[in-house]
């Protein structure tokens, strides 16, 4: 109940393409989900994150879309460009008990 | 701000060594979460140190453990090193687990 299922393990995009990564979580009591980005050689980065009563946030090319209901929520990046080529992992959090559950990461290459 | 430290950057190892790493957090986070880092597993949660007290744990053998400093500075070990031990560990430290500030990590190579 605890895992976030994070699928594709992998994902090809064309540059100027869309990526879409998504998420699914069983324990409803997690109460902020974000996405963290790794470059090689790099430690991740917190990119964006929600919370569960917003369905929808964007940051410039980057937007988390979040449906309660089926717990899944999904990372989509608009116009794919090379330099977003990354790891990418979604979360959850569980802020009562201090915990962070990561997603096994999607391997993202944007083709030039 | 400096961002979190980790030392060494690269460590190679034989089997049945012990290794030490070092982690630094960001000034005023007293949380310090330790992953293992690899390419089948994704991040791996070890363990949580906060003000000088484990408070979560993963599912790792014993042979890994780790303290907190008074300073929040952070050491983890592992004693009796296995081939399967070879991975990325980061550190990160947080002042709330909505957002963790990761360290660049150390490669582990055991041989």
């Known amino acids: 109940q605890q895992q976030v299922k994070q699928s594709p393990q992998s994902l090809i995009v064309q540059k100027g393409g869309i990526s879409i990564i998504n998420c699914a979580y069983e324990?409803?009591?997690?109460?902020?989900f974000p996405w963290y980005q790794q470059f090689p050689g790099k430690g991740p980065a917190l990119l964006i994150a929600i919370r569960p009563d917003v369905s929808e946030k964007k940051e410039g090319r980057f937007t988390i879309s979040f449906n309660k209901s089926a717990k899944q929520f999904s990372l989509h990046i608009m116009d794919s460009q090379p330099g977003d080529s990354a790891t990418y992992f979604c979360a959850a959090t569980l802020n009562r008990d201090d915990k962070i559950i990561f997603g096994k990461g999607t391997r993202l290459h944007i083709l030039p | 701000k400096a961002g979190v430290t980790q030392t060494p950057r690269y460590l190679i190892k034989t089997r049945g060594q012990q290794v030490t790493l070092s982690c630094s957090p960001i000034?005023?986070?007293?949380?310090v979460s330790w992953y293992q880092q690899t390419p089948g597993q994704g991040l791996q949660f070890l363990f949580e140190?906060?003000?000088?007290?484990?408070?979560n744990k993963g599912n790792f053998p014993g042979r890994f453990s780790g303290r907190q400093f008074s300073n929040s500075r952070s050491e983890m070990n592992v004693s009796t090193l296995e081939l399967g031990d070879s991975a990325l560990y980061l550190c990160?430290?947080?002042?709330?687990?909505?957002?963790?500030?990761f360290g660049p990590g150390t490669r582990l190579t055991v041989t």
């Open positions: 324990n409803t009591a997690f109460d902020y």
């Open positions: 990160a430290s947080s002042l709330t687990p909505y957002e963790q500030y």
């Open positions: 140190y906060f003000s000088e007290t484990q408070r």
């Open positions: 000034s005023g986070h007293r949380s």
